[in-house]
């Protein structure tokens, strides 16, 4: 999982270009680079998981347009209208009330040079237009430009609509023939809410309009600027109404345009619509029939269960919902539209929805449903405008242009007309919004902290019984959930009473923080709800104990929203007063109080007074005192709620478009003052359970299912200089021998002579190769037998022993660790040579004892001799020694440098950057309790290291590699040696030898004191380090 967290994420003015971008590697410092972050985005194909990660792609065009308006700019916008040119010294001049942030600028003048900058800046710039389909063409629809600005949540939006819309009014009514210009403008967006904001557009308003309180036009302009009109609406509009009357008995009086529908229908215990299939009754169908709604093509009404129908509707023609939508302006045509929160406005090509990624869940599959309505009545009202009037082109302003993940191969990819990007790293960077803060370690020990995607971690297999799991396609009962949700719910309620007592003793600050949940659906909704709010705690799960969010009778204080509930106060369309009070609520979360009139009125909004007098509710705003929002989805987009801290993501997502979208509900800052060196301060959200990958943790390039491990860079890093640990180079032992050698029989290792991995005979042949380059058996010429035989012939075993013990004695007597004279040393090694050839070298035939002469059996059996070969301390000599490696000097962390596919975690704690496992889960855990642990000052996991313990087994040259060196945080200088062993069957031999490695480093006094555990159990290691902690204090 790759870290963000670094020194100071924002490197970059708000109201200049950026000047530096953070560049993140995996287990690398974040280095601080010069210049512009290039515009890319990570594509991840529908169906992949997180785990299996993306490829970084370059937005191309975009990188090309800044690159030309970089020019364009410092040579001072040539062939722009003077008005245009006003209007950006406008914009950009000195000494403003308040600056504009470099992304609107940015988004302003992009769409202002693809319309105005001269020809050769414009050059090989295409942006593609948003071509209909088949269908639509074949109804005379013909498609229409759109230009994109992707703008991260927060950075303001709507004071960009309102500069495009100053710039084309303003020159259309200088220039009426300019037909690039336009003097009507379309403001289309999602719901009520973004709608009523949208007011400000209006120039109608005067002084109140955002055109004068942004100072976005010049005073004396605002008369020229009133001769425009901007009408702002949600899509609901488009939606063709019906003008039929009904005469007697509820039939339909035909008025209209006709439209024929066919379905297929399913007859049910109640009237339904599930998985994009309608469900009736019987007793529904007969009386839809009976009203002429209705008429059954295939299949009997009586008795079967499954019917294709065919229904006719009237409603107004294309004609009448252009005049509709855009009353008040007369025949007026080319017209400018902005989209705000454009991602929802897409084309779905039917063929194309991936079937079978989804969970089996009619909720999501109702939220697929409205979401396919949402964007296809969006675009179809603009193909009608488009068709009627005529749309000069549409700007797109969003934070997430991407299309959604069931619309097929262009799925998770960004709108091929996006021409700026501005997006969410660009505004951390900038300070624009809070910096968002998500899991990146637990002690797991996992490569994906389960904290980071909850719903994966509670869904891993084994967790949930086959019971709480739900059906073949995951769909957990909601108490299963909320029971492995306790913790990461609990461990960040307690970071919002934290915040929440810090805010209390600020009077300035009158707002308690905002914490959200968002749930797969309303199930999991009214659980956690009712857990939180209302105190009812399912059976198993203990209270939530986070007492600030229990409802009283005075106070709401945990608030639950379904999504329906949201869609339908989206369209204005509320069926009950309890949705419009809740739509109320989440518009005014945050705030303590209504804005104020001239006199100190409260301005209220249009039709409150009247829903709280009738449900007899007081005046204030009725979010003032929400503390916990609890809801399906994401809530509703433009709710500008700033006050929020906290978010747990209790649901799967498929898409980085809804982890932006969820996680951009807690990103707009509470604060935009800077400071002396104009830079915003940082406000932080912490988030659960939202995987939100900025940059992923995997990437491949390749197109195979299975992707190819990504190498990381191992190394150590010099800014953690002082967590270096140094090691000797031990390469065996030697003792100051005085008085006797004695070899240690019980633990001294067999040597085995093994014919199958060292040959002691082999047939030849003629040099005649076969195809392969060899000779082959069945080639000509006679086979020959050669084996050691001749040499064997005329040695004997004593000799052998005389040799070895030679050997051992010119190695004791060249290092000068012996007072032995050669005479007295020889002939006790013989002995003991001759006793370990009879008791300890098992031959396996054709091997003979006589091939110990040869190497590398014979190297082999002087070093295991002198592994076990020690001075007799009973008479008085010495502790054994390290015998180091001269020539390369101590090892330490600072040697390490190489690049590995294994599994790795970042590390802090440690000179070297990353932990690289051997395990699937062991050592990972290890390093997690190491790396937290208050007795460790630094460590390191031993790979690529270079440190090892030499020991022999079985005739085999073996170094032991321990799992972890760890320097004890205390006055002397201790280290412990740490391995984490399951079964092993050599455990016996390596815990000996690092045993005997510690006695003779120790011995040596050079290195520190060192000490060696084995431990059985990941549990063991914290008892290990916990013990030695309590050692220290005693």
């Known amino acids: 999982m790759t870290n963000f967290e670094v020194a100071s994420p924002i490197l970059n003015r708000p109201y200049d270009e950026p000047q530096e971008h953070w560049w993140i590697l995996e287990g690398q410092p974040a280095e601080r680079r010069p210049g512009r972050r290039p515009a890319t985005y990570w594509y991840r194909p529908p169906g992949k998981s997180q785990h299996e990660g993306g490829v970084l792609i370059e937005l191309k065009r975009v990188n090309l347009i800044r690159e030309r308006m970089k020019a364009w700019r410092e040579q001072g916008w040539p062939g722009v209208t003077r008005t245009t040119y006003d209007l950006l010294k406008h914009w950009r001049r000195e000494g403003r009330k308040q600056n504009l942030f470099f992304a609107q ?25 948003d071509e209909p389909g088949p269908e639509e063409v074949a109804n005379g629809y013909s498609g229409f430009t759109r230009y994109c600005c992707k703008m991260a949540t927060g950075s303001g939006k709507t004071t960009v609509m309102g500069m495009l819309a100053a710039w084309s009014i303003l020159n259309k009514v200088n220039d009426r023939g300019d037909a690039r210009f336009s003097d009507v403008v379309l403001v289309v967006c999602p719901n009520v809410t973004i709608r009523d904001r949208l007011r400000e557009l209006d120039p109608a308003l005067g002084e109140s309009s955002l055109y004068r309180t942004r100072d976005l036009v010049p005073a004396h302009l605002m008369p020229i600027l009133n001769q425009g009109k901007v009408i702002y609406t949600n899509w609901h509009v488009f939606e063709p109404r019906t003008p039929e009357t009904h005469g007697d008995g509820g039939r339909v009086v035909k008025a209209g345009v006709e439209v024929e529908t066919r379905e297929t229908i399913k007859i049910g215990e109640k009237n339904d619509t599930k998985r994009g299939t309608r469900w009736l009754t019987r007793e529904t169908l007969f009386q839809q029939i009976s009203n002429g709604l209705l008429e059954v093509v295939e299949g009997d009404p009586e008795t079967d269960g499954t019917l294709r129908v065919r229904s006719t509707k009237y409603v107004e023609s294309d004609t009448a919902l252009v005049n509709r939508v855009l009353r008040g302006v007369g025949g007026k045509q080319n017209i400018l539209v902005f989209n705000d929160e454009a991602h929802h406005a897409y084309r779905i090509r039917q063929e194309e929805p ?60 960004p709108f091929p007309w996006v021409v700026s990007d501005f997006g969410l790293i660009d505004a951390i960077e900038s300070g624009l919004v809070k910096i968002p803060q998500l899991a990146v370690r637990d002690s797991t020990g996992a490569e994906v902290p389960g904290y980071f995607n909850i719903w994966d971690w509670i869904l891993t297999p084994g967790r949930l019984s086959a019971t709480e799991r739900g059906g073949k396609r995951a769909n957990p009962k909601p108490e299963a959930i909320l029971k492995w949700a306790n913790t990461p719910i609990a461990m960040l309620g307690g970071l919002w009473e934290q915040k929440w007592r810090e805010w209390q003793a600020d009077p300035q600050e009158l707002r308690p923080p905002v914490f959200i949940l968002v749930c797969k659906n309303t199930k999991l909704a009214d659980v956690v709800g009712a857990w939180l709010g209302e105190g009812v705690n399912p059976a198993g799960i203990p209270s939530s104990k986070l007492d600030a969010f229990r409802n009283t009778a005075d106070a709401k204080y945990t608030i639950v929203v379904h999504s329906k509930v949201v869609r339908d106060t989206d369209s204005d369309n509320s069926d009950s007063d309890e949705k419009r009070w809740m739509r109320f609520t989440l518009d005014t979360v945050g705030k303590v109080d209504w804005p104020r009139d001239g006199q100190g009125r409260a301005i209220y909004p249009e039709g409150f007074v009247e829903l709280a007098n009738k449900l007899d509710r007081p005046l204030h705003p009725p979010g003032r005192d929400v503390r916990c929002i609890v809801s399906v989805g994401m809530l509703t987009e433009g709710w500008d709620c700033n006050t929020v801290t906290h978010i747990v993501g209790l649901r799967p997502f498929q898409s980085q478009l809804l982890c932006e979208q969820v996680v951009g509900r807690g990103l707009r800052r509470a604060s935009y003052a800077v400071d002396e060196n104009g830079f915003l301060s940082e406000e932080v959200a912490t988030i659960f359970g939202v995987p939100f990958q900025v940059v992923p943790f995997k990437a491949t390039g390749g197109s195979s299912d ?38 240690d029989r019980d633990r001294v290792p067999q040597l085995v002579l093994r014919p199958g991995e060292i040959p002691p005979e082999v047939q030849a042949k003629a040099l005649i190769p076969s195809n392969s380059g060899r000779p082959s058996l069945s080639g000509p010429g006679a086979l020959k037998d050669i084996s050691l035989n001749p040499f064997r012939g005329n040695k004997r075993v004593q000799e052998l022993a005389f040799d070895v013990a030679a050997q051992i004695t010119k190695l004791y007597a060249g290092q000068g660790h012996t007072d032995l004279p050669a005479h007295k040393l020889f002939p006790q090694l013989v002995k003991e040579v001759l006793w370990y050839i009879e008791n300890k070298v098992r031959i396996v035939a054709p091997a003979s004892v006589l091939d110990l002469f040869l190497s590398p059996y014979y190297g082999w059996m002087v070093e295991v001799l002198h592994q076990h070969l020690n001075g007799d301390e009973q008479a008085g000599d010495a502790p054994e020694l390290p015998l180091l490696k001269d020539s390369r000097g101590p090892g330490s962390t600072a040697d390490v440098d190489y690049w590995t596919a294994r599994d790795v975690r970042e590390t802090v704690k440690s000179h070297v950057n990353y932990l690289v496992a051997d395990t699937k889960r062991w050592e990972q855990n290890a390093g997690y309790f190491i790396d937290t642990h208050q007795v460790v000052r630094s460590w390191v996991k031993n790979a690529g290291l270079g440190f090892g313990i030499p020991y022999i087994h079985n005739g085999e040259q073996h170094e032991y590699v321990p799992d972890f060196i760890i320097r004890l945080d205390i006055e002397e200088e201790r280290y412990l040696i740490i391995e984490t062993k399951g079964h092993d069957d050599l455990k016996d031999i390596k815990k000996a030898a690092a045993e005997r490695w510690c006695n003779a480093v120790n011995a040596n006094g050079g290195y520190g004191h060192w000490t060696y555990r084995m431990a059985m159990s990941v549990q063991a290691v914290l008892q290990i380090l916990n013990g030695v902690f309590s050692e220290d204090r005693n």
């Open 105 to 129: 600028l940015e988004a302003a003048e992009t769409v202002i040079f693809l319309l105005e900058a001269r020809a050769d800046f414009r050059q090989g710039i295409e942006v593609p237009r």
């Open 354 to 413: 991936l079937d079978g990624l989804f969970d089996d869940d009619d909720e999501e599959d109702e939220e697929w449903e409205e979401s396919k309505k949402e964007a296809t009545t969006w675009v179809s009202g603009l193909d009608r405008i488009a068709k009627q009037r005529g749309i000069n082109f549409c700007v797109d302003l969003s934070a997430t242009p991407y299309y959604l993940n069931r619309v097929g191969q262009d799925a998770n990819r």
């Open 706 to 743: 299975k992707p190819q491990p990504k190498k990381k860079h191992v190394r150590a890093l010099p800014e953690r200089a002082h967590l270096k640990i140094t090691f000797p180079r031990v390469e065996g032992y030697i003792q100051q021998i005085r008085n006797r050698i004695v070899l």
